[in-house]
């Protein structure tokens, strides 16, 4: 299971990005991945790393398609092969 981190910024477009965090997020649901989204970034669960590739690039493409000219986007991924990991065990992990 890969767990990435993501953040997408569009440069100017003011200061707010609710906007378009809404529009990633909308992404992420009809790409039907698990995520979890948090006051910086959205969290993202995928079987491999071609599926998660692939969503952020929607991801990022539905960003400049709502009028971004430039954008930052930011990834982080946790690619454990050694056993299951899901961001589910990974909390669970640290409240015991």
Avoid: C, W
């Avoid at 039907?32 to 071609?50: C, D, R, S």
Wanted: charged share 25%; no cysteine; proline share 2%.
């Amino acid at each position: 299971m890969i767990i990435s981190q993501l953040s997408i910024a569009p440069l100017g477009k003011g200061t707010s990005v609710s906007t378009y965090v809404k529009i990633v997020i909308e992404t992420l649901k009809k790409e039907h991945v698990t995520f979890q989204t948090n006051p910086m970034a959205t969290v993202i669960e995928t079987k491999n790393l071609t599926t998660l590739f692939q969503v952020i690039q929607k991801a990022h493409q539905a960003v400049a398609d709502a009028g971004a000219e430039r954008i930052i986007t930011e990834i982080k991924i946790d690619d454990r092969r050694d056993k299951e990991a899901t961001m589910k065990t990974k909390l669970k992990s640290i409240k015991k």
